[in-house]
């Protein structure tokens, strides 16, 4: 078994609803599904599809059009960004949010105190705040300790990747949304942080739920997952279910 069994108490996340319209896009539209503790769930499509409208819908970033979530039953509306790791959510962008001209460990410290204050009482506040151990043991857990005092912006790009997955887990959460972590990671990179989340969720029971066009990444880590097209989710079901199903396919994976 790679993770922890769902539990049957009420969903981590709950997403009822979400629609998003941007002008006359509609990037999601009437979007629905559960996220049980200790799953790891593949949100998979098109580009262009709404993946990542939905998760700055769900994470605060965006408002959305229609719709709301819930963490553990507790609704996020209202909740700012930066306030979603009190509730127990982590989370990494599709693109970098490393700084590149700081030192790895300061770039994990710093996640850390995302929610004490804003960017510049970070930047200029206590440099610490009690958190280099973690942080440490964080960027072993990912295998960078050689690169502990490097430069961020110095690191392969991969490396990169690895310390921005490190940072989404400064603030101990139950659940971490994932965009492309493992776009543009070469292949051995790829393996280590495949198997570095598969061991995060079975020695914490951690729940993630994963975007990603990597169709053997996906394939391999993710217990279920849901595929969305235009905006709204034509397809749910294991992976071997979903490697099978028509309409994904021909929407997304080709003939
Ligand atoms: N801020 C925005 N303003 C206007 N349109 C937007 C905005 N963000 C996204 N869109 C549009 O919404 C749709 C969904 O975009 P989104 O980035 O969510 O797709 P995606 O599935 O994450 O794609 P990719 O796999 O390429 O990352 C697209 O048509 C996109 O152009
Ligand atoms: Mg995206």
């Not at 709950?14 to 629609?19: E, L, P, T, Y």
């Not at 599809?49 to 553990?72: A, D, M, R, V």
């Not at 030192?103 to 200029?124: K, P």
């Not at 990912?142 to 690895?162: C, I, M, N, V, W």
């Amino acid at each position: 078994m790679n993770a922890h069994t769902p539990s049957d108490r009420a969903p981590i996340l709950a997403v009822h609803n979400i629609s998003k319209q941007f002008g006359g896009i509609r990037a999601v539209n009437n979007v629905s599904f559960e996220v049980r503790k200790g799953e790891i769930l593949g949100l998979i499509g098109p580009n262009g599809s709404g993946k990542s409208t939905l998760f700055n819908c769900i994470l605060g970033q965006l408002k959305p059009t229609t719709g709301h979530c819930e963490i553990n039953g507790k609704s996020t509306d209202g909740v700012r960004p930066a306030d979603l790791s009190l509730m127990g959510v982590g989370r990494t962008f599709q693109q970098l949010s490393v700084f590149p001209k700081m030192t790895v460990l300061d770039n994990v410290i710093l996640a850390g105190q995302e929610h004490e204050g804003t960017m510049l009482s970070r930047l200029f506040g206590k440099p610490d705040a009690g958190l280099t151990g973690k942080a440490e043991q964080l960027i072993e857990f990912f295998r960078l300790t050689p690169y502990r005092d490097t430069e961020a912006g110095s690191l392969s790009y991969g490396q990169q990747k690895l310390v921005d997955a490190a940072m989404a887990f400064m603030a101990g959460p139950g659940i971490v949304l994932l965009d492309e972590p493992a776009g543009g990671v070469n292949l051995t990179m790829l393996a280590n942080l495949k198997e570095r989340l598969q061991t995060y969720n079975r020695e914490h029971g951690t729940t993630f739920v994963v975007i990603e066009h990597n169709m053997e990444f996906v394939m391999s880590l993710c217990t279920r997952i849901i595929v969305l097209a235009q905006g709204e989710i034509i397809a749910e079901g294991s992976p071997e279910e979903i490697r099978s199903n028509q309409m994904v396919i021909d929407a997304y994976l080709g003939g």
